[in-house]
């Protein structure tokens, strides 16, 4: 009965082995692809930079309409 463990290597890959290695390497990234994947993440950080500040902004803007608007009632000043 054949262990389930070992499976047959086909021709091809074959070869690429020597002396019970493999000889080729893994397939290399482009650096340009590793260059474009940086300048996106420096992208989307200054993005959600941009956010946050606007975010406080407003928060900062409703906060003042918000005590315009008591004042405006007579409320507490």
């Known amino acids: 009965m054949l ?3 070992f499976s ?3 021709p091809p890959e ?5 002396g019970g290695r493999i000889s ?6 482009d650096p340009k692809l590793l260059q474009a994947i940086a300048q996106l993440g420096d992208t ?5 930079a941009g956010l946050s500040q ?3 902004q ?3 803007g409703m906060q003042q309409m918000m005590q ?9 000043k």
Do not use: F, H, I, R
């Open 3 to 5: 262990d389930e463990a």
């Open 8 to 10: 047959t290597v086909e």
């Open 14 to 18: 074959l070869e690429t082995v020597t």
């Open 24 to 29: 080729a390497g893994p397939p290399q990234t």
């Open 44 to 48: 989307v950080k200054q993005l959600g």
């Open 54 to 56: 606007a975010s406080q």
């Open 58 to 60: 407003n928060a900062q």
């Open 68 to 76: 315009q608007m008591m004042q405006a009632k007579g409320g507490p």
